[in-house]
């Protein structure tokens, strides 16, 4: 099948479900991941589709309804994450001081650190607090404030009072899509406010994110790659991209 018709089932495709996903896609139609990506962001440009986490959506249909939930992020690109997650552990202060973003990827270097490591760590994240809250080797802090069920992280003025009191050593830091040109964006403009606070709250930025978030644009934005110390991603991010991202100042680590 030559690109314009896998364009034309893309779009069949999206309009008859709301939605299509990258690695369904590849498996329909038996190319790469990034192929179908490439596809996308051509329908993207176009304004035929619009680029979503994991996918696309038709033209005009509200991002803001179509945030994943925890589930559906923890499905996406799993391996990617896990790699991601293992490189970050070496990014870890040694005793030092850390702030965990709400985010399916540092949820696993939250569960990743080991038993003998001591930190103190901060986080907003419901998922990361439970997976630390046995850990005898780190002091645990739970920032609290509202609680959004799609995320299960704590959001609004008590959170963003809480990281203003602070100043941490190293921020493991979330995103919904990132881009050189577009920055960090979320859909969700409360979320956004509670990263955009943790930064401020930390010596050095560490983005994790898997390469299918690159290129992505969401409602909310809270900061830009000059705002980010390390990017570590995973070999799926097109040169291109990566030199983008290097040459507004952030180094760039591919697992």
């Given at each position: 099948m030559y690109a314009p018709e896998r364009h034309q089932e893309i779009l069949r495709l999206a309009r008859e479900a709301g939605r299509v996903d990258v690695l369904s896609l590849a498996d329909r139609f038996q190319v790469t991941a990034e192929t179908v990506r490439?596809?996308?962001?051509?329908?993207d440009r176009s304004g035929l589709l619009r680029r979503v986490h994991g996918g696309a959506i038709p033209a005009g249909r509200a991002d803001l309804d179509l945030e994943p939930d925890l589930t559906e992020r923890e499905a996406t690109a799993a391996e990617e994450k896990d790699r991601i997650a293992a490189a970050a552990l070496a990014e870890l202060p040694d005793g030092g001081s850390v702030v965990l973003d709400?985010?399916?990827?540092?949820?696993?270097?939250?569960?990743?650190?080991?038993?003998?490591?001591?930190?103190?760590?901060?986080?907003?994240?419901?998922?990361?607090?439970?997976?630390?809250?046995?850990?005898?080797?780190?002091?645990?802090?739970?920032?609290g404030g509202r609680v959004r069920h799609?995320?299960?992280?704590?959001?609004?003025?008590?959170?963003?009072?809480?990281?203003?009191?602070?100043?941490?050593?190293?921020?493991?830091?979330?995103?919904?899509?990132?881009?050189?040109?577009?920055?960090?964006?979320?859909?969700?403009?409360?979320?956004?406010?509670?990263?955009?606070?943790?930064?401020?709250?930390?010596?050095?930025?560490?983005?994790l994110a898997d390469s299918v978030k690159a290129g992505q644009e969401h409602f909310a934005r809270f900061?830009?790659?000059?705002?980010?110390?390390?990017?570590?991603?995973?070999?799926?991010?097109?040169?291109?991209?990566?030199?983008?991202?290097?040459a507004a100042g952030t180094e760039v680590v591919l697992v």
């Open positions: 490439r596809d996308l962001t051509a329908l709400a985010g399916s990827t540092v949820a696993r270097l939250a569960a990743g650190i080991p038993a003998d490591v001591a930190l103190t760590v901060v986080t907003h994240a419901l998922p990361v607090a439970a997976r630390l809250a046995d850990h005898t080797g780190i002091d645990l802090h739970l920032v799609r995320t299960r992280a704590a959001v609004d003025a008590w959170a963003l009072r809480a990281y203003a009191e602070i100043r941490a050593d190293v921020l493991f830091l979330a995103t919904n899509g990132f881009s050189a040109d577009g920055g960090l964006t979320t859909p969700d403009l409360a979320e956004a406010a509670v990263k955009r606070a943790a930064i401020g709250a930390a010596r050095r930025v560490v983005l900061g830009s790659f000059a705002d980010v110390d390390l990017l570590i991603t995973d070999t799926g991010l097109a040169p291109a991209q990566q030199a983008a991202i290097e």
